[in-house]
């Protein structure tokens, strides 16, 4: 099976990863050309849309491209080809990929029915029990989101699926590096548990422990660095 295949339209180019129906790669480009998508649901303006079952996230163009942006493929190529390098980690699957002349993109991909961490805090057991292992899942496979707030990662129901993969690092050979970027998770997490959801310090201990089992790459003393990431960022956030 092919893992993309390529497009060429008259005014964007780009990639499908699964088989497309005509409507679809149509509606695409227009999407794309207009920077809206007049159908869907906008979860976020000009910026994140729901249609139907599908997921449509505009990359606008940057307005001064560094030297490396005009080489690579675009952001919405990019967390196409994210998705299946960070397989298993489930992540919604990518249907089409665009981008325009401008270097502005656009991808499809599916949309995932399920809520936050922060929303499920307290109310759903088994999705908070599960959360140590898909951190250490990411961890063993040394994925690492560059951006990893509670608003990031949603249940479907059965597994965590991570989201906004334009953000996930290439793997790091670094065993410190992978370290640090683990207490950083864990500092994200635990800022946006008790800012969102209320959640405190005691309250998340035990699955930061749990994690500890599950994966090498930290040790239940780390704790205290998570604790100390944290405070860094309520302080960044002007909360301390
Ligand atoms: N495929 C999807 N399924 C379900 N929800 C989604 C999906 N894609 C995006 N969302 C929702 O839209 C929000 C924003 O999406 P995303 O994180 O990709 O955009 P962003 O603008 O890069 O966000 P940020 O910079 O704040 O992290 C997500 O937090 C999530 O609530
Ligand atoms: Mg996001």
Redesign the pocket.
Known sequence: VATRVAIELADARGFRYTDLDDDLLERGRRWLAEGVVPEGQQ??ER??YRWGDL?I?FFPLVSKPRLRDRFRPSAAVRSADTYRRIRPVPS?RPRLALEAGDGASLLV????DGD?VDVLWGVDEAAIAALPAFLASMHERRVFHG?F?V??F?WDGEAWVL??LVGVRHALRSFARGRRLAIDHWAYLLWGLDHHAGADEAEVRPLFDEYTRLSPTLAPRDWRKVVRGWRGLLRRAGQL
Do not use: F, I
């Open positions: 979860v976020r910026r994140v997921a996230k919604p991909y599916d949309w995932v936050s951006d707030h608003h990031n949603v989201l906004d």
